[in-house]
Nanobody, 121 residues
Framework: VQLQASGGGLVQSGGSLRLSCAAS????????MGWFRQAPGKGREFVAG????????FYADSAKGRFTVSRDNAKNTVYLQMNSLKSEDTAIYYC???????????????WGQGTQVTVSS
């Protein structure tokens, strides 16, 4: 599975962005998917996950109530809708595919290349 993340950019505090992650390969729908992020000088951390069917989602405390993860298996794409963005959300965001749900940093089968999100205060 190859993953291509997009949708990052510069947004003001309180604004919104929607990230997309397009996957190649016919086995996309068999994987749980996750979004992770890495801020400068910090380790990569889990943000949100969604199971293979989309029926189950899981969020880090920092994302609950503000971010929504979804997927469209017909389009081989997973999304992360981010609302009420804060400066501390500034990071490179990565999508990932995992046979483990919810995915963790150490239980990822495939990583995307990352997309930069910058929130200005």
């Amino acid at each position: 599975v190859q993953l291509q993340a997009s949708g990052g950019g510069l947004v003001q505090s309180g604004g919104s962005l929607r990230l997309s992650c397009a996957a190649s390969g016919r086995t996309f729908s068999t994987y749980g998917m996750g979004w992770f992020r890495q801020a400068p000088g910090k380790g990569r951390e889990f943000v949100a996950g969604i199971n293979w069917s989309g029926a189950s989602t899981f969020y880090a405390d920092s994302a609950k109530g503000r971010f929504t993860v979804s997927r469209d298996n017909a389009k081989n794409t997973v999304y992360l809708q981010m609302n009420s963005l804060k400066s501390e959300d500034t990071a490179i965001y990565y999508c990932a595919a995992s046979t483990y749900y919810p995915p963790t940093v150490h239980r990822v089968d495939y990583w995307g290349q990352g997309t930069q999100v910058t929130v200005s205060s």
